[in-house]
C-alpha cells in the first residue's frame, strides 16, 4: 500500500474514532428488567404497590459525562393487587387529568466511580399529579456487562409537598400516612443492543 493509501485509512479510522467520541452513548430503560416500588403506611397496616411501565433514558456525552436523564411511570401502571387501593391511588394522583409521573435530570454531583461500581446522586425535578419539586436521588450503580448499567437506591417522599392528600378509605377507618418511600432497581442497556433485544 502507498504512502498517500495508508494515509487516507489512518484519516478515515481517525474520523471514525472521533465520530464515535462525540457522539457518546443512549442508554434506554429495559421494563421488563427494571422495578420500582412506593412503599407506606397507615393506621391499620403498612403497604406497598409496583410500577408495572417504566420508560425512559439516560444520555451520555462523548468523554462519559451524563447529558440528561428522563423516567416516566404511567400512574394506571401502579398496582398493589387490591383493587380499592389501586383506585385510591389513582384518586390521589387525579391520574386522569395528569397521568404520568416525571422525572428530567438537571446535574449530577458527587459522582464516584471504582472499577466497575458507581455512585453518584441525581438532582432533578420531579413530577407527580401536576405538580413539580426539585429531587436529590442517590443510586448506586454497577456496569455488568459492556453496554448493560444497573441502578439502585431509594428516596423518601412526603405526598404533602406534592399537593396530594394522604387518601382514607373504609369511611375514614384507613388513614394513609403522608410519607412514601420510592425503592427502584432500573437496568439500562445501550440503545444499539436495545434495538437487538
Known sequence: MNTSKLKNVFLFSMLLLISGTLTGQVLKIVPKNSVITINGTSNLHDWKSKAEQINGELVL???????????????KSIKSGE?????????TF?????????FRLTDVTNLQING??????????????????????????????????????Q????????Q???????????KVGDGIRLEFDITLIEQSQASID
Open 116 to 153: 466497575d461500581n458507581v455512585h453518584v446522586v441525581f438532582n432533578g425535578n420531579l413530577t407527580m399529579a401536576g405538580t413539580t419539586r426539585k429531587v436529590a436521588i442517590k443510586a448506586n450503580g454497577k456496569n455488568i456487562k459492556s453496554g448493560t448499567y444497573v441502578f439502585n437506591g
Open 94 to 102: 387525579d391520574a386522569n387529568k395528569h397521568p404520568n409521573i416525571a
Open 155 to 162: 428516596v423518601p417522599l412526603k405526598m404533602t409537598d406534592f
Open 61 to 75: 456525552s462523548g468523554d462519559n459525562q451524563v447529558k440528561s436523564f428522563r423516567l416516566d411511570i404511567p400512574v
Open 164 to 174: 396530594m392528600k394522604p387518601p382514607t378509605a373504609l369511611l375514614g377507618t384507613l
Open 83 to 91: 383493587k380499592l387501593m389501586d383506585s385510591k391511588t389513582y384518586e
